[in-house]
T-cell receptor, first 114, second 116 residues
Framework: KNQVEQSPQSLIILEGKNCTLQCNYTVSPFSNLRWYKQDTGRGPVSLTIMTFSENTKSNGRYTATLDADTKQSSLHITASQLSDSASYIC?????????????FGGGTRVLVKP | GAGVSQSPSNKVTEKGKDVELRCDPISGHTALYWYRQRLGQGLEFLIYFQGNSAPDKSGLPSDRFSAERTGESVSTLTIQRTQQEDSAVYLC??????????????FGPGTRLTVL
């Protein structure tokens, strides 16, 4: 069964500090992995998408890594800001899967404190 | 509009009543998805529309849930005889095409449903 596990479930960090979120998946055969940011009361917004051949991708202060061999991804937030407080969702797709066959992780809730 | 819109933003109803939630996707997007997100939980897939093809209803939790889409435009999700466990945020998303998972899904702000 395809599964996506995220850790930690939640974390609190001080403004300006860095943090790393983890995503482990069992989706096979793998196609792509996307990280979404979901602000409170809003819909998720895509941060990055990574395919099998990509190891790292950045979007501003967000850097995603992918290790397709160990089936792990991480999202690193650099120099956190209060606006980074949100839930971060890892979403994985299998090869040739359509848009209705995504596997969603439960998310990591990040709280940035001043 | 520039993005996916949903209405109402909040809905409070009594147990046993029917509710109808609306989604306006991004113009030109052929694929439309409904998801449910319970408090503190991940997204649960409900139903998927792709153009004029038969919808994928595999995620609907019971026959009290149904959805329609008019062509490639607005969609409505209907919950009949609501139960307290239906309380959640219902998110709608659209994408240029649903045939490939590479196509980004753009989400609306959701409708928060509370069943008393």
């Amino acid at each position: 069964k395809n599964q996506v596990e995220q850790s930690p479930q939640s974390l609190i960090i001080l403004e300006g500090k860095n943090c790393t979120l983890q995503c482990n998946y069992t989706v096979s055969p793998f196609s792509n992995l996307r990280w979404y940011k979901q602000d409170t009361g809003r819909g998720p917004v895509s941060l990055t998408i990574m395919t099998f051949s990509e190891n790292t991708k950045s979007n501003g202060r967000y850097t995603a890594t992918l290790d397709a061999d160990t089936k792990q991804s991480s999202l690193h937030i650099t120099a956190s800001q209060l606006s980074d407080s949100a839930s971060y969702i890892c979403v994985v797709s299998a090869f040739k899967a359509a848009g209705n066959k995504l596997t969603f992780g439960g998310g990591t809730r990040v709280l940035v404190k001043p | 509009g520039a993005g996916v819109s949903q209405s109402p933003s909040n809905k409070v109803t009594e147990k046993g009543k029917d509710v109808e939630l609306r989604c306006d996707p991004i113009s030109g997007h052929t694929a439309l998805y409904w998801y449910r997100q319970r408090l503190g939980q991940g997204l649960e897939f409900l139903i998927y529309f792709q153009g004029n093809s038969a919808p994928d209803k595999s995620g609907l939790p019971s026959d009290r849930f149904s959805a329609e889409r008019t062509g490639e435009s607005v969609s409505t999700l209907t919950i009949q005889r609501t139960q307290q466990e239906d309380s959640a945020v219902y998110l709608c998303a659209s994408s240029f095409s649903g045939s490939s998972s590479y196509n980004e899904q753009f989400f609306g702000p959701g409708t928060r449903l509370t069943v008393l």
